[in-house]
């Protein structure tokens, strides 16, 4: 696997690449690309408070949570896909993916270029789960 591309990694070219593992499409522009089909989605992370955690048999789990100060980032088109590590969001704010590729059409306003490749190759990692919610709650909720 030396061209790291995980699970939901998506990468776009317009010519074909050694692994194969690519969208072949004609034209790719910094307005329309695999980039703008998903955000980022902040998510607070929850711990159990006294460490007391009951799954109820139906996968639900029940008890009391708290919030752990730290935040998770989940793709808007699968939540399921967890990017980077869990971060404090006083100390530390990402960049969407809008807003970087903005920036990036911006600073290369009156250029002549072309985009050829872009896609989120070890962005996109299926990292640790996230605690589970007291039953009922998404992730999302305060307890």
């Known amino acids: 696997m030396a061209h790291r591309k995980e699970q939901f990694d998506v990468i776009e070219t317009t010519k074909p690449t050694w692994h194969g593992l690519e969208i072949l499409r004609e034209n790719i522009t910094l307005q329309d690309n695999c980039l703008r089909r998903f955000e980022i989605v902040p998510t607070e992370l929850y711990i159990p408070v006294n460490n007391q955690l009951i799954e109820d048999g139906d996968g639900n789990f029940v008890g009391s949570f708290k919030k752990d100060g730290t935040v998770r980032l989940v793709c808007s088109d699968n939540p399921e896909i967890k990017i980077g590590q869990p971060y404090n969001p006083e100390t530390f704010v990402p960049i969407t993916n809008e807003a970087f ?3 990036i059409d911006r600073s290369c306003a009156g250029t002549n270029h072309k985009l050829v490749s872009i896609g989120s190759v070890r962005s996109r990692n299926t990292g640790p789960p996230l605690a ?10 305060s307890p």
């Not at 589970?132 to 909720?141: E, K």
């Open 101 to 103: 590729l903005d920036l």
């Open 132 to 141: 589970p919610p007291r039953s009922g709650l998404s992730p999302t909720d």
